[in-house]
């Protein structure tokens, strides 16, 4: 009796046991029932989401379909500020020569025509000595040709005499002129230079108006005919060289809009495309060359820029720009899974999209290639749902 005591004591606490766990899992199962059923919205999925009709009408949701709208097309490069040709000049020595004296800093400003530098050698001093003797010798042979010419009619000189008379002023004649050349290239004043006035020095002018922005030789430096001694930039006419990629080319023509940001500044400046390269670089782009309508000769050479081409409009698959979220980097729009005649409950499922240019309060939009764009799309309380849908996740 002692023992069956025992074993049916056993076997009743086994029962117990049993059957609490029995009880345990039964409630567990259950609980997630209980807890929809309290429960205003349930996350079927990790991207979609069912709201009440008491939660549409809270957060005031509209949807739309897809439409195309006029979207201009864009092309966002990179360039730099530059000036054209004729805007830039270098200042040199053509004979060489030592630089005597300069009053020029970075920054001057110079007219044309204004004197820069002075520069001396003995280079000048022989090149004015060797033009007052060549010239001196041909009114000699100018005078002695004459002379024969004179003779030869009379029938009194030789013709050889006449005709060695005739080369040898043509020689000094070509040598005096070749002379008066180089003078003029470093600046003598033939009206003081005539009358045996020698200078030792020279002056350089400057060939245009501008900004000095390199000084590249000291005082007492000796300058070779070839040294750049100095920049000088009209900044009247600055413009944008653009880097566009080979890809986007087909799309430019002459004639469109361009928006430049500098790089120090942050409101845009309006120009045009004024010329577009025909040579491929090697790091792929073409060379655009583009006009602003309002010049500013403020602006520095070489200032870096961005810049905006407007390409043109066309139809393309647009939505307001309100209906398109941002989460964790990407793009993503609402959409409509459930009949919208479904009083009781709506489900929406986040679809990831792309993005291109904005216009008139819409957004291009690239879709996937399997989206319906019968679709009904959230405009107004997308970021509800994402809310929504985001914190569902979370307590999941």
């Known amino acids: 009796m002692k023992i069956s005591y025992k074993l049916f004591a056993i076997l009743f606490s086994t029962t117990l046991i049993i059957s609490s766990c029995g009880n345990k899992k039964t409630a567990d199962e259950k609980e997630p029932e209980g807890g929809t059923a309290n429960a205003d919205s349930t996350n079927t999925t990790v991207n979609e989401v069912v709201f009440t009709k008491v939660q549409y009408q809270t957060a005031a949701i509209k949807m739309e ?44 400003f110079v007219k044309k025509g204004q004197v820069v530098a002075e520069m001396q050698d003995q280079s000048y001093i022989q090149l004015q000595q060797d033009y007052l003797d060549s010239k001196s010798q041909m009114e000699f042979l ?67 108006s501008g900004y000095v922005t390199k000084i590249m030789v000291s005082i007492g430096a000796f300058v070779n005919p070839s040294d750049k001694m100095f920049e000088i930039v009209d900044t009247k006419h600055l413009h944008a060289e653009l880097s566009v990629f080979e890809q986007d080319v ?31 670089s090697a790091d792929r782009t073409v060379r655009v060359h583009g006009h602003f309508e309002k010049e500013d000769s403020d602006l520095l050479p070489g200032t870096f820029l961005k810049a905006t081409i407007e390409t043109g409009t066309s139809e393309t698959p647009a939505l307001p720009d309100q209906a398109i979220v941002s989460y964790e980097g990407k793009k993503y729009i609402m959409v409509a899974t459930s009949p919208v005649t479904n009083v009781n409950e709506y489900t929406f499922k986040m679809v990831e999209v792309e993005t291109g240019e904005s216009e008139g309060g819409y957004t291009a939009v690239i879709l996937p290639k399997e989206f319906d764009e019968a679709s009904n799309i959230v405009y107004q309380g997308a970021y509800d749902i994402l809310s929504k849908m985001k914190n569902s996740e979370e307590e999941e």
């Open 65 to 108: 379909k897809v439409q195309r709208a006029p979207i201009s097309g864009m092309i966002k490069v990179n360039g730099v500020l530059d000036v054209p040709p004729e805007s830039m000049a270098l200042v040199s020595a053509p004979m060489g020569g030592f630089l005597k004296s300069t009053n020029l800093l970075q920054g001057s």
């Open 250 to 280: 087909p799309k430019l023509k002459v004639g469109q809009k361009i928006r430049v940001t500098l790089g120090n500044e942050s409101t845009e400046r309006i120009g045009i495309i004024h010329l577009i390269g025909r040579e491929i």
């Open 142 to 208: 100018q005078t002695e040709y004459e002379r024969q010419q004179e003779l030869a009619r009379e029938n009194v000189n030789a013709q050889k005499t006449l005709q060695q008379s005739k080369s040898d002023f043509q020689s000094i004649s070509a040598k005096v002129n070749g002379l008066k050349k180089k003078l003029e290239l470093i600046n003598i004043p033939f009206a003081s230079l005539d009358k045996g006035d020698i200078q030792g020095t020279i002056k350089l002018y400057a060939p245009i």
